[in-house]
């Protein structure tokens, strides 16, 4: 019999959220696959940020290969961040079952805009610019969607808070969620009925999206004051994506007696309470130099007050580029008198400027020798985990795309890389002095997996590198030889997996030919700025 696969993304979905909903009775189908298959952690790359992490789930390889490890990439020579996209990737899951003749649906997975050509149906993702962008692949496909489903949207941002909202307003926040979450299952279960394929993946953003910022309420250690915000959530979001899930399953067993559901997160989700400006430190530390713009210059400032109540009258695109130009930078870098360059909104990113192998690599151990040693002075605890050379984690042909030293922060804290004008080495997330919100990623994220041929287990321990080659195995896919990433075959009994095993060995030539693609300047500003209000980037 033609075996399926469905696969179901929770965007940062986590047990810390997860189990307690469960054991509220909210999430009772996801229960019961946790139950009757095999559940644990699904451990994200390093950094565990979504692009990365995505693309290393849709490709099997590491960020050394993908050249992606966050939704921009710095280039050294110009000194310019350009934002990442499908055509950044080398071949996908989607691809390589399409040229096994397999046919195969993704919806809404990251890191898809634009849509390249497979054999099935494609909706994109958050990096799609606008509705009025070609989204699907087919192209044509769009307009039979939004046909049927008027009110599809990628993610609705114009009515996503940019920080928590108030208590007031939470419950409209949650409603929307789960009225896009909805409106993109009902697509879903429409597809599955009417667009055979053989692997299917839907994608669900929003759980990235309330974690982020109402991290404060779903913490486990939420004061009590926050209780019943809390069970809303879990009462009205939680409940509502359980259903969804159940939904999307049913309708594929419905069909189909052979099939697999996976249930997969890109990371896992913690407090984020205090951040460290990474910027900052490197100034006072002699590695990175400024100079100051004159933005208080008292004819700049008159332009900036009186402007304020034109942008709001001014057509979208111009009042973006008008802002963009007003809200310059408060510096500019000296990059004669600067040895590294900095950015990241969660986990800090250096680069080495110096040319000299030794040179870099003495700057390197001194940079991290210093910030090993830095406490904050609030609690005198150690602000960072661990400092990794790229090396150290990496390998691929796209190694000189990477930042040269990667920073992890010690639970609690972000680092905001690029210099904050005026502030401090520390702010606090809670009081409001960083745009920052109260959840950011952690490594551990989820895996469910429930199916005929799998093994019962409540301990797994998968990485996302392995995802792609399991698939694979279970597809009878030969797995590529580019392909990084092993088949974790300890997810399914040992019977059916020597009777279904796939080989290894396909060809790196058979990879198909990525097209080159980027922004234009007004997409650019939308996505950014769409980045920006969920606390991406700076």
Not at 404 to 416: C, F, K, R, T
Request: aromatic fraction near 8%; proline fraction near 7%.
């Amino acid at each position: 019999m033609e075996k399926k696969v469905l696969i179901i993304g929770l965007d940062g979905g986590t047990w810390t959220v997860l189990n307690p909903a469960i054991e509220q009775g909210y999430m009772p189908f996801l229960k019961s696959l946790v139950e009757n298959g095999a559940s644990g952690i699904l451990e994200s790359t390093i950094p565990a940020i979504t692009p990365a992490a995505w693309g290393t789930f849709q490709t099997g390889c590491n960020p050394g290969t993908t050249g992606v490890y966050d939704f921009t990439c710095w280039d050294q020579t110009t000194k310019k961040t350009s934002l990442v996209n499908s055509t950044n990737l080398p071949p996908t899951i989607w691809q390589i079952l399409s040229q096994s003749g397999k046919r195969v649906v993704s919806l809404n997975v990251p890191m898809t805009y634009p849509p390249q050509p497979i054999n099935g149906h494609l909706i994109s993702c958050i990096l799609t610019p606008s509705m009025k962008s070609g989204f699907t692949y087919p192209p044509e496909f769009k307009e039979e969607l939004l046909r049927r489903f008027p009110e599809y949207q990628i993610l609705n941002l114009k009515t996503i808070p940019k920080q928590c909202p108030s208590e007031s307003r939470i419950k409209k926040f949650i409603e929307n969620l789960v009225r896009i979450m909805t409106v993109h299952a009902d697509a879903a279960c429409y597809i599955l009925q009417n667009k055979p394929s053989d692997v299917m993946m839907v994608h669900f953003q929003e759980t990235d999206v309330i974690q982020h910022l109402l991290w404060k309420y779903l913490d486990p250690a939420c004061p009590d004051s926050g209780l019943s915000i809390q069970r809303a959530v879990f009462s009205t979001f939680f409940s509502a994506l359980d259903k969804q899930i159940e939904r999307l399953v049913k309708t594929l067993n419905a069909m189909h007696r052979e099939s697999l559901t996976v249930i997969v997160s890109d990371h896992g989700f913690e407090a984020n309470n205090r951040c460290f400006n990474l910027g900052n430190w490197l100034i006072e530390q002699g590695y990175l130099g400024v100079n100051p713009e004159i933005l208080n210059h008292p004819v700049k400032r008159q332009i900036r007050a009186k402007a304020a109540g034109l942008l709001r009258l001014m057509p979208f695109p111009y009042a973006q580029r008008l802002r963009g130009r007003l809200n310059a930078k408060n510096y500019l870098i000296d990059w004669n008198r600067s040895a590294v360059y900095s950015e990241g909104t969660s986990e800090g990113f250096i680069f080495l400027l110096e040319q000299g192998l030794p040179q870099r690599f003495d700057t390197a151990a001194r940079i991290r020798t210093q910030l090993q040693a830095v406490t904050d002075p609030l609690n005198h605890q150690p602000v960072i985990k661990r400092i990794y050379l790229k090396e150290e984690l990496y390998s691929g042909g796209k190694m000189h795309l990477l930042p040269d030293m990667i920073i992890e922060p010690n639970e609690g804290y972000s680092i905001l890389g690029r210099y904050q004008h005026k502030k401090g080495l520390f702010t606090s997330v809670a009081s409001g002095e960083t745009p920052l919100p109260s959840g950011k990623h952690h490594r551990n994220g989820v895996i469910v997996a429930f199916g005929k041929g799998v093994k019962r287990s409540a301990s797994l321990h998968v990485q996302l590198i392995e995802m792609l080659p399991t698939i694979l195995c279970y597809m009878g896919v030969p797995v590529p030889s580019f392909i990084e990433g092993q088949a974790h075959v300890e997810l399914f009994e040992k019977d059916f997996l020597e009777k279904e095993q796939a080989p290894s060995g396909g060809s790196a030539a058979e990879s198909p030919k990525q097209n080159t693609f980027a922004y234009s300047s007004r997409e650019r500003e939308l996505i950014e700025r769409r980045l920006k209000d969920l606390g991406y980037l700076q």
